[in-house]
């Protein structure tokens, strides 16, 4: 979106093409995470930039080399982003295992108990999405403070106590690494907070009906579990890359498609290759 408005602000004729029914890709994600929906405001900004453009939108159309090849652009800029990761383990193909973006798009449901495998930033913040399920919200509180409808104590229990019991299990000493050391620090103190359970050091073996098989200093262990949800890290989707390579004047493949990293470095990639064009 960004390469879009800033090819169109310097006068070229711009298409943008994305496959899904809406524009926004991953940053979407963070409409579910606590703390995190104004990420998705960014997205809403470009899209008011775009409507006062003159950028053809083509949405629900995937970009491939025929369509690309037909419509002999000059320049063409790969923003395709990235997929989940899934790790290769035994028991992966269960019913019981769901990728963590499939739960924040409201794709796919869990049980009571969850094991979440990957602590950085999508393992992180979909646990403390998964550990504030079923706290009391701001107008409920409100409404049994007003009415003094339970003692404050219960109160507080019900504020800091989702339904579901949480487990991040991460195979590496440290956690949340790609996420900014202040916001990694609100991530980890509200985790704390709502209860959900940390293991560090700690890296998944296999998956059964009944939960997840560990291997940690401690020698092999298990974690029961309903649902183990998969948020080990993303590789970039560039297969467009290759495909087009040389096949156009020039070619800038950028954010997530070149290296999976975060929003801003996509905004800023978008904008440098809106310039250069
Ligand atoms: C849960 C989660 C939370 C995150 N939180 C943050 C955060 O707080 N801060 C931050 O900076 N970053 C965050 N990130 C990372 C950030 O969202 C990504 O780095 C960023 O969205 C990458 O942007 P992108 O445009 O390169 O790719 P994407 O956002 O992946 O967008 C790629 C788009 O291309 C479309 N597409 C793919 N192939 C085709 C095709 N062939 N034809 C047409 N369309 C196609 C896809 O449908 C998608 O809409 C988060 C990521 C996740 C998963």
Redesign the pocket.
Known sequence: ?KAACTAAERDHGVTL????DR?????L??RL?PG?QE?VTAVQDLINNLKNLDVEILLG????IQLVKEMAPDAVVI????K?VMPDLPGIEGDNVVQ??DL?EGKARVGKKVVVIGGN??GL??ALYLCQLGTLSPEVFHFLVVHRAEPIESLLELLNKGDKEVTVVEMASKLGQDIGPSSRWTVRSELKRLGCTIQKNTRAIGITSEGLEIESADGPGFIPADSIVIAAG?TS?NK?TSDLEGLFPELHT????KA???????IRE?FFAGLEI
Request: charged share 25%; no cysteine.
């Open positions: 979106m093409i994305e496959k899904r524009l926004g890709g991953q940053v994600l963070n995470i995190r990420m159309q995937e970009a491939d923003a395709t982003g990235a989940p963590a973006w924040l930033a999508v913040e979909t993303s989707d467009l950028i954010g997530d498609a999976p990293r975060n929003a801003l470095d996509a978008g």
